[in-house]
């Protein structure tokens, strides 16, 4: 480990601490006729990319194991991408019982470790609560 | 590797899971890890004693990981790319030392070009290596799928084409926005969930420009939005997507109604006030005092 290297570490440990608070602001912008930010959207996809934590079962999902298809299916055939919350989670909640104990398992284990993971992690609990 | 899935039917209505996606790309890393911008010219000479070691343990990392996986939701018309977030301890590593290179942690960027010889900004090595070590996955994926064609019928069944994943995986769908614009043509979503920064803000104007809404999913608080740094001093790494801050969520809380705030359009990146407001004053980290 260098000089070089502590110096590296610390400052970016620096950097984090400080925000971007004396970082040089650089505008970007998203163009005006981009759609809007949907929840229910944003919820399932939450969900879907908890579960990539469950690598083996995913591999068996690809040996076919079809309970696990039609898991993922009625998750992502609920209602409509611009579903309430509370539809998404009643829906999911009722339907998918195995898949999200799967996501509630990984979404719990996040808590565990230093870092809060809340948003996926939470829309896992929620769901399978 | 893609693993042989029957994706069935393309008018079945209910989402299908089509494909893992594994890396294949090992050895294209392998050779890109020896070109000069990886690491600085200077620092890689302290490095070459370590390299070889730390360039196989990379290699076998790639070839054993899956990285996510890609279904279809024929209700909606729209296909999705699931990338996996850091779960491993080596991943961990790879995410801090991309290239084994000790020396730059966090500092290696690396430039991104679109087949045209577009440039699309520089971005963080080690995302950029897991990015192109799943390319032959999604290259395969889309040759099968029909995706390079406008007028194949699994192009004219799908209206959507959603990037997601958490965390690490959060980083990789937003290279993945500019993989399917360069592999396809295609103008994608992006819906991150708690991802760092993955390059600069030349990235991030790319990022917008191919995507048709680009959302970055977080919590102030969360450590791993807030790296690599966004500094003038330590880098130009610059978050890409509109911020949506999920500010009342908080470790073992649930959600709560108008729990989040949505950054506008134009302040997209490092300049949402919305989201400073909310971080001013505030030194803590879970229940960690920092300052």
New interface residues.
């Given amino acids: 480990?260098?000089t070089?290297?502590l110096i590296?570490?610390l400052?970016?440990i620096l950097?984090?601490?400080?925000?971007?608070r004396?970082?040089?602001?650089?505008?970007?912008?998203?163009?005006?006729n981009?759609?809007?930010?949907d929840?229910g959207?944003?919820l399932k996809?939450?969900v879907?990319?908890?579960?990539?934590?469950a690598?083996e079962p995913?591999?068996q999902?690809?040996?076919g194991r079809e309970e696990d298809?039609?898991a993922?299916?009625?998750?992502?055939?609920a209602p409509?991408?611009s579903s309430t919350?509370e539809q998404f989670l009643a829906e999911a909640s009722s339907r998918l019982p195995s898949l999200l104990s799967v996501c509630k398992r990984e979404g719990r284990r996040g808590?565990f470790f230093?870092?809060?993971?809340?948003?996926?992690n939470?829309?896992c609990?929620?769901a399978s609560? | 590797m893609m693993?042989d899935?029957d994706c069935g039917p393309i008018d079945s209505?209910?989402?299908?899971?089509l494909?893992?996606l594994d890396p294949a790309g090992s050895a294209e890393i392998m050779e890109m890890m020896d070109d000069s911008f990886w690491t600085f010219s200077w620092?890689k000479n302290?490095l070459q004693s370590k390299a070889s070691v730390v360039k196989q343990k990379f290699a076998d990392f790639l070839t054993r990981?899956?990285f996510?996986?890609v279904?279809l939701?024929t209700?909606?018309g729209?296909l999705?790319l699931?990338?996996?977030?850091t779960?491993s301890l080596a991943e961990w590593l790879m995410n801090f030392f991309p290239v084994g290179a000790?020396?730059?942690?966090?500092?290696d960027h690396a430039p991104l070009y679109d087949p045209n010889d577009q440039r699309l900004g520089e971005v963080h090595a080690g995302f950029l290596m897991a990015t192109v070590s799943m390319r032959p996955a999604l290259v395969a994926f889309g040759q099968r799928f029909g995706l390079a064609n406008p007028d194949s019928a699994g192009r004219a069944l799908l209206r959507r084409l959603?990037n997601?994943?958490?965390?690490l995986?959060?980083a990789l769908a937003g290279l993945s926005v500019l993989e399917c614009h360069s592999q396809w043509q295609w103008t994608s979503?992006l819906?991150s969930?708690?991802a760092p920064r993955v390059g600069t803000?030349e990235f991030?104007?790319s990022v917008?420009?191919y995507?048709?809404?680009?959302?970055r999913?977080?919590?102030h608080?969360?450590?791993?939005t807030?790296?690599?740094?966004?500094?003038?001093?330590?880098?130009?790494f610059?978050h890409?997507?509109?911020a949506?801050n999920?500010h009342r969520?908080?470790?073992?809380?649930?959600?709560s109604?108008q729990s989040?705030v949505?950054c506008p359009?134009?302040?997209?990146?490092?300049?949402c006030e919305a989201i400073?407001r909310i971080?001013k004053g505030t030194?803590w980290y879970?229940s960690v005092r920092?300052?």
């Fill in positions: 480990m260098t070089y290297s590296v570490i400052g970016s950097s984090v601490v400080m925000g971007d004396y970082a040089e602001a650089t505008a970007t912008s998203v163009p005006e981009t759609p809007d930010y929840e959207l944003a996809l939450g879907l990319s908890r579960l990539t934590y690598v995913l591999r999902l690809a040996v298809f039609d993922i299916a009625s998750l992502m055939s409509t991408y919350r808590f230093f870092f809060p993971l809340p948003v996926s939470n829309f609990v929620q609560e | 693993m899935v209505d209910s989402l299908r899971l494909a893992l620092a302290l990981e899956c996510g996986y279904a939701d209700d909606t729209s999705v699931v990338y996996k977030g779960s000790w020396a730059s942690p966090f500092l959603i997601t994943g958490h965390s995986g959060g979503t819906y969930f708690g803000a991030a104007r917008h420009a995507s048709d809404g680009a959302f999913i977080a919590h608080r969360d450590l791993v807030n790296v690599p740094p966004h500094s003038s001093i330590f880098g130009t610059h890409a997507g509109r949506v999920y969520v908080f470790e073992r809380q649930v959600l109604d989040f949505l359009r134009s302040a997209a990146g490092e300049d400073r971080g030194t879970t920092l300052v």
